[in-house]
């Protein structure tokens, strides 16, 4: 009996290292899904020292930003298994840049602050839909 057991061992193992990567896998295919349904068709509202803007994310993959002094830009955005990353598009003169929000555990109509060292303090808030600045 005891020499079964060692013999199973390795196909026990297995069998749990195979299982744990596999929930892994599920659990990060399914917070990317949860992202991209979050941002899909809604907005991202950003408060900084220079005032409001709004930022929505169309389905198809690009975004159009909208500040309350009137300049806009879009981009093209996606998402990755933790954060909704996004690019500003065309950038003349200079390489595009992509900048990542983590957005595991947000939820709309939540909104939450952080610091940035150029814009100061950002106030965000999700957004259902296509809402006016």
Same mark, same amino acid.
């Given at each position: 009996?005891?020499? =079964?057991?060692?013999?199973?061992?390795?196909?026990?193992?297995?069998?749990?290292?195979?299982?744990?990567?596999?929930? %892994?896998?599920?659990?990060?295919? *399914?917070?990317?899904?949860?992202?991209? &349904?979050?941002?899909?068709?809604?907005?991202?509202?950003?408060? %900084?020292?220079? $005032?409001?803007?709004?930022?929505?994310?169309?389905? %198809?993959? *690009?975004?159009?930003?909208?500040?309350?002094?009137?300049? &806009?830009?879009? $981009?093209?955005?996606?998402? =990755? =298994?933790?954060?909704?990353?996004? &690019?500003?598009?065309?950038?003349? %003169?200079?390489?595009?840049?992509?900048?990542?929000?983590?957005?595991?555990?947000?939820?709309?109509?939540? *909104?939450?602050?952080?610091?940035?060292?150029?814009? $100061?303090?950002?106030?965000? =808030?999700?957004?259902? $839909?296509?809402?006016?600045?």
């Amino acid at each position: 009996m005891h020499s =079964t057991l060692k013999a199973r061992k390795p196909i026990l193992l297995f069998a749990f290292v195979s299982m744990v990567l596999g929930m %892994n896998a599920c659990a990060l295919e *399914s917070s990317a899904e949860n992202i991209q &349904t979050l941002i899909s068709g809604n907005a991202l509202k950003v408060v %900084n020292r220079f $005032g409001a803007s709004i930022i929505y994310f169309d389905p %198809n993959g *690009s975004f159009e930003h909208l500040a309350e002094r009137g300049q &806009t830009s879009s $981009g093209k955005w996606r998402v =990755t =298994t933790d954060s909704m990353c996004a &690019t500003v598009l065309p950038q003349p %003169n200079n390489p595009a840049k992509e900048f990542c929000l983590n957005m595991i555990n947000r939820k709309l109509g939540e *909104s939450w602050t952080e610091h940035d060292v150029r814009n $100061g303090e950002l106030k965000r =808030t999700l957004l259902q $839909g296509h809402p006016a600045l």
